[in-house]
């Protein structure tokens, strides 16, 4: 069973920074990619960020680029998402992926609140 664990959400106001961390258990998520989804109230889940396992290349969806990069730290064998410019509509409850031989794993979420 592979296992994730999301941690760094919060209550900040619009135009702050928050640091989401993801942090995996029984795999190496340098043999994976991992992926960040969020989902916000009454709507679908949906894909914010993923890195690849073999050269480390990213994706963002288009709504975040330029304000959040993910990255990796396999000595840690963890992931990361840095949000900067927050906005209101990034609210929402953010998870960590993985997906390993037909099976899609995922951590608890955590929240990020975006609010004045």
């Known amino acids: 069973q592979l296992q994730l664990v999301e941690s760094g959400g919060g209550l900040v106001q619009p135009g702050e920074s928050l640091r989401l961390s993801c942090i995996a258990s029984d795999f190496t998520v340098a043999w994976y990619i991992i992926s960040w989804f969020r989902q916000a109230p009454g709507k679908e889940r949906e894909v914010v960020s993923c890195?690849?396992?073999?050269?480390?290349?990213?994706y963002y969806a288009d709504s975040v680029k330029g304000r959040f990069t993910i990255s990796r730290d396999n000595a840690k064998n963890a992931v990361y998402l840095q949000m900067n410019s927050l906005k209101p509509e990034d609210t929402a409850v953010y998870y960590c992926n993985v997906r390993s031989r037909g099976l899609s794993y995922w951590g608890q979420g955590t929240q990020v609140t975006i609010s004045s």
């Open positions: 890195i690849s396992s073999s050269d480390g290349s990213t």
